[in-house]
DNA sequence: TTTGTATATTGACACGTATAAATATTTAAA
DNA sequence: TTTAAATATTTATACGTGTCAATATACAAA
């Protein structure tokens, strides 16, 4: 029985990452909705329920790994997703949390998307 | 301009607690090793490279959340992914990565699997 | 330049959690 | 029942980070 080989460390750091974006509520409503459309950031703290400087930080951060691109309009900056994978990830876990749902009934998951 | 309707919470914190779960270096290498092959805890450990005590937390915490499965064989354990999204969910991240290093050529990623 | 608005940065604090050592539990074999 | 091996749980510790208040910066209008 050979054991398959590890992911490369590098590899490994940058998936990583990439999941740390997502893991945690803030930031998942704020790539949930820029995935609807691109908001500036009064709008996405008034969606979110945060302080300016919290929404701040978190988009600084999604940026610095190219999970949003902004734009300039005026004094006011405009956030969206930077590419259709990140729509996608967002799609797989809520099809396997489906799944869970599916196959164990009493499992806490309120359904409606 | 009409703001999108956030995430209801649960599934937001459903969602957020899949990325968590994904979120972390030695969780990610093991989710990534078990889309492989399935593994009992000890060849996970050495795969991994950390303590028994450390996989069997994690082990733990992925099968709370149907990430994984579990299989008795005698006093061994094998483990599994519960479900083929788990495996899109690391092919959705890498995808994206791959899009990040083509547009962004100094983009630190080092790029084979 | 001055004023006002939108966004970014800094600093401090509280909370969650990854880790290993020690211990407990489970299972099979003797 | 005793012993050994595999896995799980408990405990304590150290580190990362989400949050807001205060402040700084950028831009546009007057």
Redesign the interface.
């Known amino acids: 029985m050979n054991?398959?080989q590890?992911?490369?460390p590098?590899?490994?750091?940058?998936?990583?990452q990439?999941?740390?974006a997502?893991?945690?509520?803030t930031r998942?409503?704020i790539i949930?909705?820029l995935t609807?459309?691109e908001?500036n950031v009064n709008?996405l703290c008034?969606?979110?329920g945060v302080s300016q400087p919290t929404v701040s930080h978190h988009l600084a951060k999604l940026h610095s790994?190219?999970?949003v691109k902004r734009r300039r309009e005026g004094t006011q900056i405009f956030y969206s997703v930077?590419?259709s994978?990140?729509g996608?990830?967002?799609k797989?876990?809520?099809?396997?949390?489906d799944?869970?749902r599916k196959?164990?009934p009493d499992?806490?998951?309120?359904?409606?998307?």
């Open positions: 054991i398959p590890p992911l490369n590098q590899v490994l750091d940058s998936v990583t990439t999941f740390k997502l893991a945690d509520n998942a409503q949930y909705l609807q459309q908001m709008a008034e969606a979110v790994i190219r999970l930077d590419d994978h990140v996608n990830l967002f797989e876990a809520l099809w396997h949390l799944h869970v196959n164990i499992f806490q998951f309120d359904h409606e998307v």
